[in-house]
Every structure is written in structure tokens, then in C-alpha cells.
């Protein structure tokens, strides 16, 4: 019996904003994203997920959802959105659409009616409301911290405090109200109706919270908000909680009232142990691995996750999930291009500046790493323009910034619009080929060296790179048979088994190394004389 499509397939993230505007206001939409869909089938990737196009406030890039059956009119209509879902299938790509159940916009009726409720109402029910502490009601109702800074609770008008876990326009909605659940069981089949193939879950582990009176704090490290932090707290009050698999076991039931049966993707950003928990029999399918996402080229930690994260999923019947880059991080480029010991983070909030990327460095790492991420048995993620090279634009002025991480951090964390860039399509134009107009957010002046114009049928590039790996790995990817191979694998190279002929070569260290007999299928870099030089990967066909 063959695997589920999804086991082995290659999965394109689309930011909808940044990817292509077709009427010249500046921002990417669903016509747009049609528009390109030839150019992701040439691409070779199995699927397509885009972040969300309901109608929103935009406070926090689409997160913040007034409606979620609709589409936000700078994006299109329900109707566009049909066409793209359509023409994708027309084209052997696969659609998957984030999913938001923690919060709302506070524009949502339902947050609209819980306002106009007061304290004790059903309507204020659907979300977490709490009286605050101390003479009056003054404090909020524990210490618990917002994702983008400050704390998780603000009050209303009548004295009540709500909580969200992001920021203030975005409530968090309670998990233990049945007409919640019900609600978003509605929502799925709203979609899948629609012929969308599945989800991206967004933060899977926070649904559920610990809601007992008192409210336990976090225990985590010095600042910490605890959304990273599982290891030190397994009894997490919002998150991670055993209750949330109750919610994934619904949802499965009816992800298998549609033939193939929807997909669920979680975003849980934890360890391999608690992580696997979500793609167990009868819950989701697949979990991102952020572990391998955080690793900065270092072969010994590469060896430890991808043994773990492989060995993890096939206990439960599943497989692993990869990921290098995303909407929500600095790009791999720039990111691979600093010294191990400088946190990207950091790096930004200086403007790219201290130390400045290598991003010669950083794009030679960049080619190999993808090599390796898409030779792993399992399914891969790639982020847009990841395929083009695109470094991170940490220089914005302060001016242009979108991300709430800038405004609640109080300017001290600069945010991730730099990843969010609209794409350049052409060589020139006004803003390289994205549209007629210029883009919501600047692209710098060099942009259409990077573009899909510049790169297309250069055998050199980034882009054609991405595309002849797409295209050998599907010779070997439906075989998730894996193991490192004891005569090469050790020190800074990682060595592995892909099914039954394919040897992978991974050089992590700063001196070459000799190849061992075989064809060479693919190399990120050439190949000097038998040699695998450093910061290389390299696809062989044993003899």
C-alpha cells in the first residue's frame, strides 16, 4: 500500500503579501499567487502553504483574525481563492492553509460580543477572562508574559482583565468552552469543503491552559516567557497541556470525513519527546522540527537531532518533519553567514551590522544545508525565496516596520520583517517584477540579482540548485529507509544512507575530504578533484 502523499513531500510556504501583487497596490494577493503557480510546478515542490489571507486587522502579519471563513479583501475573495486552490490541483500542487486556534483579532464578533456581555456571560466565556489581583483589581491576574513582550493580560473598560499570550489585539480564546470547539470543527470542514488539503497549526501547544484558581506562574529561565521553555517545565500552565491531544483527536475525526483524508501540520516548537506526542496515531500528521532549524552548522548536534527527531517519529508510526527556514526567523543566508557564537537576533536588532554577514560564507552553507535537509527521509518545508539565496533585510528603517515585536519590545527587538520581503521576479521595475507598484516593504537596491529572471537556467544558481534536488529526490525519497554510514561518518562529516544506493556526504569543517567512489548526482559546490571541500554536500550513487 502506498504512503500518504504527504510522508514524502516537499511543501512550499508562501507569505501571500510578499509573493506577487497583480493590481498594483503594493501588496501581494491570491491572483498574484496564481499567477506564479507554473513557476512552483517547474520549481518541482509537492504542495503549497499559505500564511493567512483571512480579513484582518494585519497587527500581527494575518495572525490577528476577524473572520475565519473569509478572505481579507486586500488579498481577494472567496472566489479567488477558489480559483487558486483549483488551479494549484490542475497543476499536481497540493494546498494546505494556516490554521489560528489560540486567539482571535479583538475585531471578532465574538470579542466584540464578549465586550459588550460584561463579567460571567457566556459570550465572555469564549475567551479567558479574569478579575486581576490586589486592592481593586489593579494587577493583572498573574505574571505571566506576552509572546512580543510586556505582560499577557490587558484590562477592559469594566475592570476585567483578558489574556492573550500575543498581543493585546489578539484574545485568547478558551478551549474548555464547547462552543469554541465546535467552532473551529465548523471551521475545518468550511475548508476542506472548499478543497483545501489540510493545516499548518498555529502554536498547537497553547490552546489548552491550566485555568485553576490560583494561576500557577511560569517556571522557566531568567525572561523567559516560557513558550520555548518545555525542558524546564514539563507542567507547563499554557502550554503543552495533555488536554490539547483531546482537541487533535477531534480534529482528526474529521480530517477523515474527507477522501484523501485532510493533513495537519503542528507548530510546536519543543523536543523530539514532547513533539511526537502531536503526530501520534489519530491526532495530527506532521510537526515542524525546529531543533534542526536551530542548529548553526555544527555536525555533532546535526548527528544528535536527526537521529533523535527520526527515531522519534517512527516510534509512532510517523516521520519526521524539516524545516530551515520560515516566515518567523532570520534568513538561512544571513544566519549561516555569523560567527556560531552571535545570536542572529542580536544581529539584527543591530541593524546587520555587528559583526556584518559573510554572506559568501553564508550562501555556500545555505546550498549544502538544503542538500542535506532534503536528502533526510520525511517531508521538507521551504520557505519563499530561501530557493533565490535571499539574505535577510535587517537595515529597514525603523520607519517600515510591521512586526508588533517592535513596538512592545520597546524598539529593542527589530522583528521579522526582514524575512518578509516581497520576492524580486524580474532583473528591473519598479519594485523587480513583484508588481506595478512599490512594494509594502522595500526591497533593497540589488534585489533583481536575486531574482527568479537572474537565476532561471543559470546552472550555477540558487534557484536551479533547489530544482535539480527536487527533481533527483524524488528518485529516492519514497524509500524512508536512512542510516549513517560508520566508514565516512564521524568529526565535522556527516555521512548517511538514503534507500538502497544513495550516499550523502556532509563537509561541516573548514579542510576537504576525500569522496569515496560513486557517481555523483548532486553537489552544492564543485567538486575538486575527488575531494569534498568544506561547507559542501554532496549526492552519490554507490558503485
Same mark, same amino acid.
Request: glycine share 10%; proline share 8%; net charge negative.
Given at each position: 500500500?502506498?504512503?500518504?502523499?504527504?510522508?514524502?513531500?516537499?511543501?512550499?510556504?508562501?507569505?501571500?503579501?510578499?509573493?506577487?501583487?497583480?493590481?498594483?497596490?503594493?501588496?501581494?494577493?491570491?491572483?498574484?499567487?496564481?499567477?506564479?503557480?507554473?513557476?512552483?510546478?517547474?520549481?518541482?515542490?509537492?504542495?503549497?502553504?499559505?500564511?493567512?489571507?483571512?480579513?484582518?486587522?494585519?497587527?500581527?502579519?494575518?495572525?490577528?483574525?476577524?473572520?475565519?471563513?473569509?478572505?481579507?479583501?486586500?488579498?481577494?475573495?472567496?472566489?479567488?481563492?477558489?480559483?487558486?486552490?483549483?488551479?494549484?490541483?490542475?497543476?499536481?500542487?497540493?494546498?494546505?492553509?494556516?490554521?489560528?486556534?489560540?486567539?482571535?483579532?479583538?475585531?471578532?464578533?465574538?470579542?466584540?460580543?464578549?465586550?459588550?456581555?460584561?463579567?460571567?456571560?457566556?459570550?465572555?466565556?469564549?475567551?479567558?477572562?479574569?478579575?486581576?489581583?490586589?486592592?481593586?483589581?489593579?494587577?493583572?491576574?498573574?505574571?505571566?508574559?506576552?509572546?512580543?513582550?510586556?505582560?499577557?493580560?490587558?484590562?477592559?473598560?469594566?475592570?476585567?482583565?483578558?489574556?492573550?499570550?500575543?498581543?493585546?489585539?489578539?484574545?485568547?480564546?478558551?478551549?474548555?468552552?464547547?462552543?469554541?470547539?465546535?467552532?473551529?470543527?465548523?471551521?475545518?470542514?468550511?475548508?476542506?469543503?472548499?478543497?483545501?488539503?489540510?493545516?499548518?497549526?498555529?502554536?498547537?501547544?497553547?490552546?489548552?491552559?491550566?485555568?485553576?484558581?490560583?494561576?500557577?506562574?511560569?517556571?522557566?529561565?531568567?525572561?523567559?516567557?516560557? =513558550?520555548?521553555?518545555? /525542558?524546564?517545565?514539563?507542567?507547563?500552565?499554557? %502550554?503543552?497541556? @495533555? +488536554? $490539547?491531544? *483531546?482537541?487533535?483527536?477531534?480534529?482528526?475525526?474529521?480530517?477523515?470525513?474527507?477522501?484523501?483524508?485532510?493533513?495537519?501540520?503542528?507548530?510546536?516548537?519543543?523536543?523530539?519527546?514532547?513533539?511526537?506526542?502531536?503526530?501520534?496515531?489519530?491526532?495530527?500528521?506532521?510537526?515542524?522540527?525546529?531543533?534542526?532549524?536551530?542548529?548553526?552548522?555544527?555536525?555533532?548536534?546535526?548527528?544528535?537531532?536527526?537521529?533523535?527527531?527520526?527515531?522519534?517519529?517512527?516510534?509512532?508510526?510517523?516521520?519526521?518533519?524539516?524545516?530551515?527556514?520560515?516566515?518567523?526567523?532570520?534568513?538561512?543566508?544571513?544566519?549561516?553567514?555569523?560567527?556560531?557564537?552571535?545570536?542572529?537576533?542580536?544581529?539584527?536588532?543591530?541593524?546587520?551590522?555587528?559583526?556584518?554577514?559573510?554572506?559568501?560564507?553564508?550562501?555556500?552553507?545555505?546550498?549544502?544545508?538544503?542538500?542535506?535537509?532534503?536528502? =533526510?527521509?520525511?517531508? /521538507?518545508?521551504?520557505?519563499?525565496?530561501?530557493? %533565490?539565496?535571499? @539574505? +535577510? $533585510?535587517? *537595515?529597514?528603517?525603523?520607519?517600515?516596520?510591521?512586526?508588533?515585536?517592535?513596538?512592545?519590545?520597546?524598539?529593542?527587538?527589530?522583528?521579522?520583517?526582514?524575512?518578509?520581503?516581497?520576492?524580486?521576479?524580474?532583473?528591473?521595475?519598479?519594485?523587480?517584477?513583484?508588481?506595478?507598484?512599490?512594494?509594502?516593504?522595500?526591497?533593497?537596491?540589488?534585489?533583481?540579482?536575486?531574482?527568479?529572471?537572474?537565476?532561471?537556467?543559470?546552472?550555477?544558481?540558487?534557484?536551479?540548485?533547489?530544482?535539480?534536488?527536487?527533481?533527483?529526490?524524488?528518485?529516492?525519497?519514497?524509500?524512508?529507509?536512512?542510516?549513517?554510514?560508520?566508514?565516512?561518518?564521524?568529526?565535522?562529516?556527516?555521512?548517511?544512507?538514503?534507500?538502497?544506493?544513495?550516499?550523502?556526504?556532509?563537509?561541516?569543517?573548514?579542510?576537504?575530504?576525500?569522496?569515496?567512489?560513486?557517481?555523483?548526482?548532486?553537489?552544492?559546490?564543485?567538486?575538486? /578533484?575527488?575531494?569534498?571541500?568544506?561547507?559542501?554536500?554532496?549526492?552519490?550513487?554507490?558503485?
Amino acid at each position: 500500500m502506498p504512503h500518504p502523499w504527504w510522508r514524502s513531500a516537499v511543501t512550499y510556504q508562501i507569505y501571500p503579501r510578499s509573493f506577487a501583487d497583480s493590481n498594483a497596490d503594493g501588496i501581494g494577493d491570491l491572483p498574484g499567487l496564481t499567477s506564479k503557480l507554473d513557476h512552483l510546478a517547474w520549481l518541482g515542490v509537492d504542495a503549497i502553504w499559505l500564511t493567512p489571507c483571512y480579513p484582518s486587522r494585519w497587527v500581527d502579519g494575518g495572525y490577528d483574525i476577524t473572520d475565519h471563513r473569509g478572505i481579507d479583501p486586500s488579498l481577494g475573495s472567496l472566489r479567488d481563492f477558489d480559483r487558486m486552490v483549483a488551479a494549484a490541483h490542475e497543476l499536481g500542487i497540493r494546498v494546505l492553509i494556516d490554521l489560528v486556534p489560540n486567539h482571535t483579532s479583538d475585531r471578532h464578533e465574538w470579542f466584540r460580543r464578549a465586550l459588550a456581555a460584561g463579567p460571567g456571560s457566556p459570550e465572555r466565556d469564549r475567551y479567558v477572562f479574569r478579575n486581576g489581583r490586589g486592592p481593586g483589581g489593579t494587577r493583572p491576574p498573574s505574571g505571566w508574559e506576552s509572546r512580543f513582550g510586556g505582560s499577557a493580560w490587558t484590562r477592559v473598560a469594566d475592570g476585567q482583565w483578558y489574556l492573550h499570550l500575543f498581543a493585546p489585539e489578539q484574545p485568547d480564546l478558551n478551549w474548555a468552552n464547547p462552543e469554541v470547539r465546535a467552532e473551529f470543527l465548523d471551521i475545518l470542514r468550511f475548508w476542506g469543503r472548499r478543497g483545501v488539503d489540510g493545516f499548518r497549526v498555529d502554536v498547537a501547544a497553547a490552546l489548552v491552559k491550566d485555568l485553576r484558581e490560583p494561576l500557577r506562574e511560569v517556571v522557566g529561565g531568567e525572561g523567559s516567557t516560557g =513558550l520555548d521553555d518545555f /525542558a524546564a517545565n514539563p507542567d507547563h500552565p499554557f %502550554l503543552d497541556r @495533555p +488536554e $490539547v491531544h *483531546d482537541v487533535y483527536r477531534e480534529w482528526n475525526r474529521v480530517f477523515h470525513e474527507f477522501d484523501p483524508p485532510l493533513v495537519g501540520v503542528a507548530e510546536v516548537w519543543a523536543r523530539s519527546d514532547r513533539r511526537i506526542r502531536y503526530i501520534r496515531p489519530g491526532e495530527l500528521q506532521q510537526a515542524f522540527d525546529f531543533e534542526f532549524l536551530r542548529v548553526r552548522w555544527r555536525a555533532s548536534e546535526y548527528r544528535r537531532i536527526v537521529s533523535g527527531s527520526i527515531a522519534g517519529a517512527s516510534s509512532v508510526g510517523a516521520v519526521a518533519t524539516w524545516v530551515l527556514a520560515n516566515h518567523d526567523v532570520v534568513r538561512q543566508v544571513s544566519a549561516l553567514g555569523l560567527p556560531a557564537d552571535v545570536d542572529p537576533r542580536v544581529w539584527l536588532a543591530s541593524g546587520g551590522t555587528e559583526p556584518p554577514a559573510d554572506l559568501a560564507l553564508g550562501t555556500r552553507r545555505a546550498r549544502a544545508a538544503i542538500l542535506f535537509a532534503l536528502a =533526510l527521509p520525511g517531508s /521538507a518545508f521551504l520557505y519563499q525565496g530561501e530557493e %533565490l539565496g535571499l @539574505p +535577510e $533585510v535587517a *537595515d529597514l528603517p525603523a520607519g517600515v516596520l510591521r512586526d508588533p515585536k517592535w513596538a512592545h519590545s520597546r524598539h529593542k527587538v527589530k522583528g521579522r520583517d526582514g524575512c518578509r520581503v516581497p520576492l524580486p521576479w524580474t532583473r528591473g521595475g519598479v519594485s523587480f517584477g513583484f508588481g506595478d507598484a512599490p512594494p509594502w516593504l522595500p526591497q533593497p537596491a540589488d534585489w533583481g540579482g536575486y531574482s527568479v529572471e537572474a537565476q532561471r537556467g543559470d546552472p550555477g544558481s540558487m534557484l536551479e540548485l533547489y530544482r535539480a534536488a527536487l527533481r533527483l529526490r524524488r528518485g529516492f525519497s519514497g524509500d524512508e529507509r536512512f542510516g549513517w554510514d560508520d566508514r565516512h561518518d564521524a568529526g565535522d562529516v556527516l555521512a548517511f544512507r538514503r534507500g538502497g544506493d544513495v550516499l550523502v556526504l556532509v563537509n561541516t569543517g573548514p579542510t576537504a575530504v576525500p569522496l569515496p567512489p560513486g557517481e555523483v548526482l548532486l553537489s552544492s559546490a564543485p567538486l575538486d /578533484a575527488g575531494f569534498l571541500p568544506a561547507d559542501t554536500t554532496a549526492w552519490l550513487r554507490l558503485p
